[in-house]
């Protein structure tokens, strides 16, 4: 188990530094820079700037010195948005903000899409299911500004029922995690349907039933768990990518959380905090795939986590 | 064991009664008559085999006294009465109280009928809790205690492995535990020894005889096995297309068979004391289909002694005395002789 995650972790820094790489020499192609837009400065000031900032070396030392400070736990300033404030400072004040949003997406995504999948795989074929396949349909086709913007009309503008902007009350916090979570908890709930159909017409179940295990025990204890992989599989980078928040939701709720402010910095030019909001993303993605990982075992005995984690 | 001074009180009282019970399964092509109208009875402390091919409907016909059918199939006629209670009548919830209590059931595949993700223990716990009120710890014993009775070494260690952790034989012996923790009246064994190499069967057949022996328990065994019936039944019932072609006691069915199918599956078995130059004779044909079963007798089209009568009109129950039946219309004129035989000592 130890050698398993050592083995994984190793791994998953192999990951982080060719995402470090890539995304720095990706990042240096784009045309543009953090200090040109349609009042750029004289060159001489840019030319300052530059120097300022170490942007005037050749973009692999840039790259050289990034991971060098990187790895002694500076990812730099930002360079426009935030003028001179560290990066890490400002991931941790705006990551909460995203994941407190993101939490509550996430546990509701999956406390509802769960049980429409076993719901839905139970009653296969009668007009529950049916409905309960319309909906989940309708949810991973509609893009989530459809539902974002659709729910703000509606319970935000024409009923008044609920704020529109920010985070001041707990009210506030309905639409936007309604939203974030409705792709992930249809999706969620089709992945555990056809997998539990899947596990509902296998031999235990009956035995259970044999055994007078009630309904809703063989549902939600003999079935879903061996229905479980899927769903956990998916877990992973979705509890990564909510928890960083969501573009659309933040730009339309008007939520300063990291989600919007990573695009923000792309579009910005502003390379530290590209920087800093990918690798933290990554290492948050690789992170939550090594914790599925090991869940895996938790879940199905019979994995065997030193095979590479294979059935 | 609670049940066994019970068992051996109501020796010869009726246990279970199976009247005139029909299965179909209603699929896109049509009705299929699964079970078509059979009856029959078993006694506290029984065991009976029920012999047949695959698609004679055996198993069917056990999942309906469970309860177990899964749409399309469904009873369509007919009572199932257990212990003077209407099974067929219960609801869902009565039926959950039913089964793994009063009647158990056991499998044919044992590799496939354990939760792979619960321990044995977990299992086997779960299955006495949902009957009985009790602390897990004394549940927990009690799973220790029948794990040994099957013949399980070192239970307390077994309690907390997997079961793909244990062998087939092994498995089919913690489902045989499973199914008897209730101490339940009757045991519905279907095909338990089929996935099991032989060696393995035998060591099931023996244990399970051993069980009955000591529970007093009424087992219905449902096989294709006539060795298997030989060795442990008191009864046989020999099912064809849907229906019970033939019903007695072990001697009857091996000894004296009346219908040609019977006959038909005793020729084709593998006997010991044959002669080096007997060969083994199959039936031939094929089995019915039963989206179309032929009109009369469902064996006709197969029989050799097959008349005219037999393609048109189903041939009814012969009783044969000493509770031995069987459908077919060659008994006919032999019932009239026999109950003429009958009559003329009285005279």
Known sequence: ?311 | MNNMVNNMDKKNQKLLEVKDLRVSFFTPVGEVKAVGGISYDLNYGEVMGIVGESGSGKSVEAYAIMGLLQSPGKVVGGSITFDGEDVLAKSEKEMQAFRGNQVSMIFQNPMTCLNPVYTIGDQLIEAIRCHKKISKAEAREKSIEMLKLVGINNPERRMNQYPHEFSGGMRQRVMIAMGLICDPKMLIADEPTTALDVTIQAQIIELMKDIQQKTQMAIIFITHNLGVVAEICDRVTVMYAGKIVEQGNVEDIFYRPHHPYTMGLLRSMPRLDAEEYERLIPIEGTPVDMLNPPAGCPFGPRCEHCMKICLRREPPQIDLGNGHTAACWLLVDEAKRLAKKEETPNE
């Open chain 1, 1 to 311: 188990m130890m050698k398993f995650i050592a083995k994984r972790v190793a791994q998953a820094l192999i990951v982080i530094f060719l995402i470090t790489c890539i995304t720095f020499l990706l990042m240096n192609l784009v045309p543009g820079g953090p200090f040109l837009s349609e009042k750029s400065p004289s060159p001489q000031v840019l030319a300052a700037l530059e120097a300022k900032y170490g942007l005037d070396k050749p973009v692999p030392v840039q790259l050289k010195n990034y991971i060098v400070h990187a790895l002694q736990g500076d990812f730099g300033v930002s360079m426009k948005m935030q003028k001179n404030r560290p990066v890490g400072t400002i991931i941790m004040e705006m990551f909460p903000v995203s994941a407190k949003v993101g939490i509550i997406a996430l546990v509701g995504a999956v406390l509802i899409g769960v049980p429409i999948g076993c719901i839905a795989a139970y009653y296969r074929g009668t007009w529950i299911d049916s409905a309960l396949r319309v909906l989940t349909t309708i949810g991973v086709s509609i893009p989530g500004f459809v539902v974002a913007t659709v729910l703000l009309i509606l319970l935000g503008s024409t009923w008044k029922l609920l704020p529109t902007v920010g985070l001041t009350s707990w009210k506030s916090y309905i639409m936007p995690c309604f939203s974030l979570a409705f792709y992930p908890m249809c999706y969620i709930g089709r992945l555990a349907r056809s997998s539990m159909l899947d596990v509902i017409n296998q031999e235990y179940i009956r035995t259970a039933k044999a055994k007078g295990v009630p309904t809703f025990k063989i549902v939600f204890k003999h079935a879903l768990r061996n229905a479980f992989i899927p769903v956990l599989t998916y877990l992973g980078p979705l509890t990564a990518g909510i928890l960083t928040g969501g573009f659309v939701v933040e730009t339309v709720f008007n939520i300063p959380g990291l989600g919007r402010y990573f695009v923000q910095s792309i579009l910005n030019r502003d390379y530290p905090i590209i920087m800093g909001t990918t690798i933290f993303l990554a290492s948050f993605i690789v992170t939550m795939t090594l914790v599925v990982d090991i869940l895996y075992k938790a879940v199905d005995p019979r994995i065997d986590l030193a095979k590479g984690g294979s059935r």
